[in-house]
């Protein structure tokens, strides 16, 4: 949804161009940050935010990743403990407006 949304502000009146914007959309919807998590998703996969400037490719793992890999790890943790208290609020507010299931018996006519 929010794609289309951002789709919808830059494709042509004929809506025929809409491809060539997909990467531009998809960076931007990885870049922003999620309510449900409080990080972007790009931050959320590679533990920092994109640098517009072209970075050479490292040859031989470093420590510097392994390091990058705990970090990783610790903020994907952080991303679940923050989604699962997100999910207990939900599931909280949805309890309280939540009436009683009826009970039905073989032969009520529902």
Not at 17 to 33: G, I, K, M, R
Not at 67 to 86: D, F, G, Y
Request: with cysteine; glycine share 4%; aromatic share 14%.
């Amino acid at each position: 949804m929010i794609l289309k949304m951002y789709l919808q502000f830059y494709i042509n009146h004929r809506q025929n161009d809409w491809e060539d914007w997909l990467d531009t959309a998809e960076f931007a919807y990885n870049n922003h940050w999620h309510s449900g998590t409080g990080v972007s998703p790009f931050y959320a996969n590679y533990g920092y935010h994109p640098v517009f400037a072209s970075v050479p490719a490292l040859m031989q793992p470093s420590a510097a990743a392994t390091i990058h890999a705990k970090l990783l790890s610790s903020i994907h943790e952080e991303c679940r403990a923050t989604l699962r208290l997100v999910q207990q609020r939900q599931q909280e507010h949805y309890d309280c407006h939540k009436g009683e299931d009826p009970n039905f018996q073989p032969g009520d006519q529902v």
